[in-house]
C-alpha cells in the first residue's frame, strides 16, 4: 500500500515562508505525477501544483502561481512544495497525492498550515 507523509506545516505571520515536504514510500515514487492540494476551513479541497515524473514539468494554480515552487527528489523519494510571500488566504491543510491531478491514486493524511499575524 502506498504511503505518503506530509511535514513542514506550522504557523507563519504573512509574508513568510515554510517548505513541505512528502515523504513517499512502498510505490515506484519515479514514475509517479505528483500534486499539491489544499483545503481551507469551509472550502472546498483545490488544486495547487503538479509536477511530472523527471521535475521538469511544473503547473500552478493562478492564486499559488509566483509564490510557490513545487519541486521533487526522486533519489530521495520526495515531494517539496515551498512557499513564499505567505497571505493569510493561504491557510489550509495541504496534501500531497501520486498520479494525475484530475485523479490522483494516493494521498496522505495532511498538514496544516496556518498563516496569521
Known amino acids: 500500500q502506498a504511503h505518503l507523509v506530509e511535514s513542514g506545516g506550522g504557523l507563519v505571520p504573512p509574508g513568510g515562508s515554510l517548505r513541505l515536504s512528502c515523504a513517499a514510500s512502498e510505490f515506484d515514487f519515479r514514475l509517479w505525477e505528483m500534486n499539491w492540494f489544499r483545503r481551507a476551513p469551509g472550502k472546498l479541497r483545490e488544486w495547487v501544483a503538479s509536477?511530472?515524473?523527471?521535475?521538469?514539468?511544473?503547473t500552478y494554480a493562478d492564486a499559488v502561481k509566483g509564490r510557490f515552487t513545487i519541486s521533487r527528489d526522486n533519489a530521495k523519494n520526495t515531494l517539496y512544495l515551498q512557499m513564499n510571500n505567505l497571505k493569510l488566504d493561504d491557510t489550509a491543510v495541504y496534501y500531497c497525492?501520486?498520479?494525475?491531478?484530475?485523479?490522483?491514486?494516493?494521498w496522505g493524511q495532511g498538514a496544516q498550515v496556518t498563516v496569521s499575524s
Open positions: 497525492s501520486a498520479g494525475g491531478r484530475l485523479t490522483p491514486s494516493y
Open positions: 509536477i511530472n515524473v523527471y521535475g521538469s514539468g511544473r
